[in-house]
């Protein structure tokens, strides 16, 4: 069945898949501690006892069931779905027994193809304040599967706090549902795997937010990213988001953390694979702030930057500058006061300098 979406609907949508992610979520936790798919507390970590993971396989589902009721049946959604169901089992491997940076990789750069040359999800331009950059045959292809690539990976890599990654997800995909409800374009692929994502994201996040009792681990990060991204595309050939920085600047928090821990990384003559601590949930938490409070902040500025790019749509560049402006200057600040680039060192107070 494929539902013409209105302000009604849409709300039948979330409500399905929430309560289908809902319910999936204890199943995903009794099938984690069943094939031993933990995570297991150390030094790096926040949570001090095993949990499951697996949660992405209730996303996941809740996920199929909104396609099966809601989307429409073309080659699109096909390779999609395809793509997804390969990034799934990559990260329920993953989530049993750790796969190697690079296999995971090459994973991902076959999701990326899939849709790239399969469902025909090809970035051939992109504009910004005015400004439009075209993308020559090959370029045209290098450029989707690495902005595939990115985005996967940025959200994998801020899946460190409860809550966080699912919470950052849900306010992407919400945003680009307010935005589709401003401009009026409610029947777009984006538009109805936005609203089935959200549902079963939200799902998911009412057993993820703090204290959580299962983790979302790779399957679910993974899947969250290589949504992102795939709604983004659509959402570029749909003429929903009519420039680059709508989504960038909604993901303006993954993206930075991820720029900042690759030159963090190289800066220290490490593999941008290394994990370390230093991410911007960490710093926060470093403050003294509480692991849910780091969170409500992430989100609070999430959704800052979320407002920017719905100003920017509604043509109030004004306002959107101001918000985005104040908002860069407290990154710099958290650039220049932490670790999370350069490592200070600490004088007899104990405190950085």
């Not at 309560?19 to 970590?45: C, M, Q, Y």
């Not at 050939?237 to 420039?243: D, R, V």
């Not at 290394?274 to 989100?299: A, C, G, N, W």
């Amino acid at each position: 069945m494929n539902l013409v979406v209105n302000e009604t609907n849409i709300f039948i949508i979330i409500l399905v898949t929430f309560l289908t992610s809902a319910f999936l979520v204890p199943i995903a936790k009794k099938i984690a501690n069943h094939v031993g798919a933990l995570d297991i507390p150390n030094e790096r970590k926040v949570h001090k006892v095993p949990m499951p993971r697996l949660g992405g396989l209730a996303i996941f589902f809740a996920f199929m069931l909104g396609y099966m009721f809601y989307a429409p049946k073309t080659t699109q959604m096909l390779s999609i779905l395809i793509a997804g169901f390969i990034i799934i089992i990559c990260g329920m491997i993953d989530d049993i027994k750790p796969v190697k940076a690079r296999y995971k990789f090459l994973v991902q750069l076959i999701c990326a193809g899939i849709v790239v040359f399969y469902g025909n999800m090809v970035l051939n331009e992109v504009s910004a304040f005015g400004f439009v950059l075209h993308f020559p045959v090959p370029l045209n292809y290098i450029v989707t599967i690495l902005f595939i690539v990115a985005i996967t990976n940025a959200i994998n890599l801020i899946d460190g706090l409860d809550g966080l990654a699912a919470g950052v997800s849900s306010i992407y995909f919400a945003t680009i549902a307010i935005i589709a409800l401003i401009l009026n374009k409610l029947n777009g692929l984006d538009i109805i795997l936005s609203v089935i994502m959200l549902g079963s994201t939200l799902g998911f996040l009412l057993h993820n937010f703090n204290p959580a009792s299962i983790f979302m681990g790779d399957s679910g990060s993974l899947f969250l990213g290589f949504m992102i991204s795939v709604i983004a595309l659509l959402g570029f050939k749909g003429a929903t988001l009519t420039s680059l920085i709508i989504p960038i600047v909604i993901l303006a928090i993954p993206i930075f953390d991820t720029a900042l821990a690759i030159l963090r990384r190289l800066l220290k003559g490490e593999s941008i694979g290394t994990p370390d601590k230093e991410h911007f949930h960490h710093q926060l938490l470093k403050m003294k702030f509480s692991t849910r409070v780091t969170v409500l902040i992430i989100y609070l500025i999430n959704i800052l930057f979320a407002s920017v790019s719905i100003f920017y749509v509604l043509g109030d560049n004004e306002i959107a500058m101001a918000i985005y402006i104040a908002l860069m200057i407290f990154l710099l600040f958290v650039v220049l006061k932490t670790n999370i680039l350069f490592e200070h060192h600490k004088g007899k107070n104990g405190r950085n300098r």
